[in-house]
């Protein structure tokens, strides 16, 4: 991966859990322990940007809860509440072909085998089956309306690859689909 010094959002910290600076993780990661695979972790503060390293994690019954080095009692966990975590993409493992990142797939342009402009991916929805693109429909954009003739912002398409998604070309911002404009 290229060293450009951009940020990935991976978490979040809570509130406090305790009165000895730990705190509660919300964890972006697919798996949610994968969050302590990548140190430091950059703190999005009032103060501005801080780099911390954690110290000490645990999987608790309702979540997990971290020790940041730096952070001592309660005061100081609990000043840390709703703060982002976020860590420098170079972290992340370099990808297979064929592989990628969804931030990677934010902005591009859905065709579909017909060569209609479906909508711009803006969002991505997890499911039990799998995971859904969420669509941004704009000026270029096939119209897609309700079952009452209400005109629709987004459109919904299954990430199944090979079977839906045939094709993604990150340098043309792109993804080809074998779906149909009216779904």
């Known amino acids: 991966m290229s060293t450009t010094g951009e940020m990935q959002v991976i978490g979040k910290i809570g509130t406090a ?6 705190v509660k993780i919300t964890s ?17 503060t009032n103060q501005g940007a801080k780099a ?6 645990r999987i608790m019954s309702k979540g997990l809860v971290a020790q940041l080095a ?11 509440r709703h703060v982002e975590i976020s860590v420098a993409l170079e972290q992340f493992e370099d990808l297979d072909d064929g592989d990628y990142y969804w931030k990677d797939l934010l902005d591009c342009r859905v065709m579909n085998l017909q060569k209609q402009d479906l909508g711009v991916v803006s969002k991505f929805m997890e499911t039990g089956a799998n995971d859904v693109l969420v669509l941004d429909l704009d000026e270029h954009s096939v119209p897609l309306k309700n079952s009452k003739g209400k005109k629709l912002t987004e459109r919904l398409i299954p990430y199944v690859y090979e079977h839906v998604i045939l094709e993604v070309d990150l340098d043309q911002k792109q993804i080809v689909v074998d779906w149909p404009s009216d779904f």
């Open 17 to 22: 859990f305790g009165v000895k600076g730990w």
């Open 52 to 57: 911390v390293d954690v110290v000490n994690w």
């Open 70 to 80: 730096g952070c001592h009692d309660r005061d100081q966990a609990l000043a840390l």
């Open 28 to 44: 972006f990661t697919d798996s949610p322990e994968d969050i302590f695979k990548y140190s430091p972790w950059t703190l999005s």
